[in-house]
């Protein structure tokens, strides 16, 4: 079946260091891939998401690709700050209007230090 | 506006009783769920309601039984709780079909069993 596989963390970093977090995935078709964040005590809210091969999703200075040949969808920030502190979610969604499943990864938890 | 909301935000309750989540979402979607997350973040789906229809049920105790009365509201109903219910349970929504299946989360209920 579908699965997702994302870094273990917690990752931790001082501020303005670069960030990636790993995530891959194995799907049958084509899923649309997504990251969502947690914010402490929130739920989770959508970060970014590429829905076909090759597209880049961005949002608040985060950015993936959707690499078909590889089948990832790393996360990458290039200037990580305090408030980037969170959970990270790597997750896809497949099927069609007779029904979706959407899986997610694991969660990669997030320390950025000042 | 909260897009989807749940209460109550907090539950401490004894074991053996009874409890409910209500949840509603504003968003006009027709796909609604309920999602566990453990003290590890690891998030795990139960149920899924398209047009208050139940179209996923994964393993989850008959303890818990959601209801949905329109396509805006999906409760929570839990019996004869037990330690390990103690998690936090976020109610969510989606559009099927739209954006790649992008899901909007509620806040979360935090549900403490002693």
């Known amino acids: ?114 | 506006d909260t897009a989807v909301s749940q209460t109550p935000k907090y539950l401490v309750t004894q074991m053996g009783n009874d409890k409910s989540i209500k949840c509603e979402q504003n968003l006009g979607h027709d796909t609604m769920y309920w999602y566990k997350q453990d003290s590890k973040k690891f998030l795990k789906i139960m149920f899924s309601y398209n047009n208050k229809e139940l179209i996923i049920n994964e393993t989850v105790p008959n303890r818990f039984s959601p209801k949905s009365p329109d396509k805006a509201h999906l409760n929570l109903h839990i019996n004869s709780l037990e330690l390990g219910d103690s998690a936090v349970y976020f109610c969510a929504s989606s559009e099927v079909g739209v954006s790649g299946n992008t899901i909007y989360f509620g806040e979360g209920s935090w549900l403490t069993v002693v």
Not at chain 1, 16 to 38: H, K, R
Not at chain 1, 41 to 68: C, H, I, M, P, V
């Open chain 1, 1 to 114: 079946g579908d699965s997702v596989t994302q870094m273990e963390g917690p990752v931790t970093l001082s501020e303005e260091a670069f960030l990636t977090i790993n995530c891959t995935y194995t799907a049958t078709g084509y899923p649309s891939l997504f990251w969502y964040v947690q914010y402490p005590g929130e739920g989770l809210q959508l970060l970014l998401k590429a829905t076909k091969a090759d597209d880049k999703g961005s949002n608040k200075g985060f950015e993936a690709t959707y690499r078909k040949e590889t089948t990832s969808f790393h996360l990458e920030k290039g200037s990580v700050q305090v408030s980037d502190s969170a959970v990270y979610f790597c997750a896809l969604s497949s099927g069609n209007t007779g029904g979706f499943k959407t899986i997610f990864g694991a969660g990669t938890r997030l320390f950025v230090k000042a």
